[in-house]
């Protein structure tokens, strides 16, 4: 019985990790809500600690930050860090599509393909805020495929701030868009169209850019349990 007890603490944790990243990612938790371990303790039932290492984890994703002495909270980036993180973005997946241009392979073309079929079923099934969750891991999913840990590590944190910045000041997110300009890049890819691929990515990027501006926005925070008892069922019915 303790033997296996590290891997059920080990599940517990990337069970919290997992609901609460999509939550943050789906936009069910705002940017700058606060994130307290007794709170994600209670609601993953688990200890204090476990939370805290929850936490830990989303905070190398660059979706929460942590202050000494504070509750964690969701992360919130500013406009000027916008601009930043948007233009380090641009240089960073540039660097992906080439290596994926280098590294396309038939496996390669089935995973991605399968990840765009079901933004697809998602978009069509008006799933709004899944298919804003499903855009940024369809980058994150490319930079993985790239074969470089290290650049995969940072296109992870730089795609999951722009979803932040895009939840915050953001005009409403069009999944269609997003499917058809993934389409067009899978295109490339399977042509092996360098060029045409580091353009359609720019321009992609580009487009996410445009829609970062002030939202007047004011609607009803929820409640943090809420949405815990929300994600965590859902992830627990996947285990």
């Known amino acids: 019985m303790t033997s296996k007890e590290p891997g059920k603490t080990t599940s517990r944790i990337d069970i919290a990790h997992t609901a609460l990243r999509r939550a943050i990612l ?10 307290p371990e007794d709170t994600i303790g ?18 190398v994703d660059g979706l929460v ?22 233009h380090l973005r641009r240089t960073l997946e540039g660097e992906v599509v080439r290596l994926i241009i280098e590294r396309w392979s038939r496996d390669m073309a089935s995973e991605l393909n399968a990840h765009i079929h079901e933004e697809e079923i998602a978009a069509k099934a008006g799933k709004g805020h899944v298919s804003i969750r499903l855009a940024g891991e369809f980058h994150i999913k490319l930079s993985e495929m790239a074969g470089s840990p290290l650049l995969a590590k940072f296109v992870n944190e730089t795609v999951n701030r722009c979803s932040l910045i ?5 005009r409403p997110h069009s999944p269609e868009c997003a499917v ?5 890049l899978f295109d490339a890819f399977e042509t ?10 720019d321009k992609h990027i580009g487009s996410v850019e445009e829609r970062a501006m002030i939202s007047e926005d004011a609607d ?20």
């Open 26 to 35: 789906e936009q069910a938790l705002e940017p700058g809500t606060k994130l």
């Open 166 to 170: 895009l939840s915050l000041y953001g």
């Open 220 to 239: 009803e925070k929820p409640d943090l349990l809420d949405v815990i008892g929300l994600y965590s069922d859902e992830e627990n019915t996947a285990a």
């Open 180 to 184: 058809s300009e993934h389409r067009a």
């Open 42 to 59: 209670s609601g993953f039932d688990m200890s204090r600690t476990l939370a805290r290492e929850v936490l830990a984890k989303l905070q």
């Open 65 to 86: 930050d942590i202050k000494r002495g504070r509750s964690a909270r969701v992360a919130r980036p500013s406009l000027s860090e916008a601009m930043d993180i948007f």
């Open 192 to 201: 092996g169209n360098l060029g045409a691929a580091i353009s359609l990515m």
